[in-house]
């Protein structure tokens, strides 16, 4: 069975997953506090730190099991608005995006598609969160397909009942502003069974499946 | 830093890891009990399995990143005991054995390797830990070395403090005999700091993270 899976994706008490502003300045907007908690480095598994393996670092090394292609809204890529700009930006991450696989960017503006070394390729398409979903498990070939974020992007396909996992991790920050994660999302956990655990960090983990999973 | 890891390590409420008898029939004696929560291809991801990506899973999932050799007990690999009957023996898992990397198993009896198409080798070595531990660093190639157990394998490195990390799973039946985890061990846990959860399925798990870790 093919799943689409949300990983890491980090809700303040008050329900925001961002920032209000994306500049080049701040990629998460004004919501920097929100990643305080987490080293990027340990998406790749808890050997790439250097700190204990933490029940928080062992639920954040899940992203990248079995994920074949990513799916992500247009401000996760770069902070630009309207028609793309002939800036030479290829993502936030130079020469090695760390998603290694296709990577599917929502826009109303398509443009060319970008191919990095390391196997990520970004492709730039303009559909219904069916279409894009359904192009990316194609791209996937077998393996699982993420949503990375950010919350707009996971809105939209949860309201679609297109996801089929998520790890939330509910910060004990608020923020006061910003993009809600959950902003017009009502009714979604009678779709899924919850396991919840909160660590010795403060941070509480919560794990999502869907309970009839489609595929 | 590279680290010594165990990962799964499962243990009865009254201590017991393993049972007393291990025969061709029963690879983990008569303690199968132990291992009903366990679905073992897990160790290769949470996608593995079409179950619902569950805590435990998620923490079962940890046992293959950043490792690049194992080493074992010989009733890990089989039930024979004393000199090696010439009996074509190569090892529970047929020609796919799930460890892919280089594999150290203990015996006073050492033998001619066994390499296998999926990366996996067996290197029968009759050696002090520390030297058996020096080998198989050096095998891993910057990666890290899991204590792939049995119980007195884990119990020989933990004794002799070669343990960076453990991911014990305290499963709450008790077995009543067999082979303790804890035989003649004391004053170990002053040595880690401790992180315990329990899931919603009734299992403990406890990460223990050595305080201060050599190298």
């Known amino acids: 069975m093919v799943r689409t899976r949300v990983h890491n994706q980090f809700v303040s008490l008050d329900g925001y ?5 994306v500049t080049f300045d ?3 907007g004004d919501a920097s506090r929100l990643f305080g908690w987490f080293d990027g480095r340990v998406i790749e598994g808890v050997h790439r730190v250097q700190e204990p393996v933490t029940l928080d670092r062992a639920l954040f090394s899940m992203w990248g099991q079995g994920i074949g292609a ?10 630009q608005q309207g028609p793309w700009p002939d800036d030479g930006w290829r993502g936030w991450w130079g020469e090695q995006p760390p998603f290694k696989t296709p990577c599917f960017v929502l826009t109303h503006h398509p443009r060319e598609q970008m191919v990095f070394e390391n196997g990520t390729s970004f492709h730039f398409v303009d559909d219904t969160p069916e279409e894009v979903l359904r192009r990316a498990k194609e791209a996937a070939d077998g393996l699982d397909v993420r949503i990375g974020g950010g919350p707009t992007t996971v809105r939209q396909f949860l309201r679609a009942d297109l996801i ?3 790890h939330l991790v509910i910060v004990p920050i608020t923020l006061g502003r910003g993009v809600s994660l959950w902003h017009d999302v009502t009714g979604f956990e009678d779709r899924f069974a919850l396991e919840s655990v909160s660590s010795s960090s403060g941070l509480t983990h919560q794990l999502w499946n869907r309970r009839s999973t489609g595929s």
């Open 26 to 28: 701040q990629p998460i």
């Open 70 to 79: 990513e799916i992500m809204g247009r401000r996760k890529f770069g902070p």
């Open 17 to 21: 997953s961002a920032g209000e502003y």
């Open 164 to 166: 089929d996992f998520m």
